[in-house]
């Protein structure tokens, strides 16, 4: 028998994918869990060759708990109504084999969880469109701590000469820092440098 667990913060959703799974031949519910947290503790006992992981959930979410059952090599497979670039990103990297949406089929699930059992990865159309968009996507800018710092006060609206005068280093240096800032940032001016450290992550929206 394939053994699954399910983790899911919502007693319904648990009990309806318990309902889906016990219909399919060969498989069985070996366990349940209602956060990350809960699923990191009880995985080593139920021992499950599939984890069926939601990734947003009080007391310890989805990411957190794969990045630590991956490393002891138990195969997870993400179940998750989001599908928001960031999260699929951070799941992948955190070691999850395969990333579903909750709209998939009971045959699509089955298949995936038999996939994934099998060692395989299994990524949604949707999902993987996504994942491969943004491993196409150019790296965020890697700015030093000296030239964000100076980004940051450019966002709060300073002049060079006042930049200068809080950091107590000269106006030629501030210049100096925004110009590899515009470098590396791929843009020519004040306002498009904050705009784009803000696109990227670099800098925290205002």
Do not use: C, W
Request: proline letters at 6%.
């Amino acid at each position: 028998m394939l053994r699954v667990m399910i983790v899911d913060d919502h007693p319904i959703v648990r009990e309806g994918l318990r309902g889906m799974l016990a219909a399919e031949p060969g498989m069985e519910v070996a366990g349940e869990a209602g956060s990350g947290d809960e699923a990191v503790a009880l995985v080593p006992r139920v021992r499950p060759d599939v984890v069926l992981m939601d990734l947003r959930m009080p007391g310890g979410d989805g990411v957190s708990a794969i990045e630590r059952l991956g490393p002891a090599g138990h195969r997870v497979l993400v179940l998750t109504t989001f599908e928001d670039d960031a999260d699929i990103v951070r799941a992948v990297r955190a070691g999850a084999a395969g990333y579903l949406l909750k709209d998939a089929s009971r045959t699509d699930l089955a298949a995936a969880i038999r996939e994934v059992a099998a060692g395989r990865t299994v990524l949604s159309p949707s999902v993987s469109a996504k994942l491969s968009a943004a491993r196409a996507a150019p790296a965020p800018a890697v700015l030093s701590a000296r030239e964000a710092e100076v980004l940051a006060l450019v966002a709060r609206g300073m002049t060079n000469a006042e930049i200068g005068a809080r950091l107590f280093i000269g106006q030629a240096t501030v210049k100096t820092h925004l110009l590899r800032v515009f470098g590396k940032l791929g843009v020519s001016d004040r306002t498009a440098a904050v705009m784009a450290a803000i696109e990227q992550g670099v800098l925290p929206p205002p």
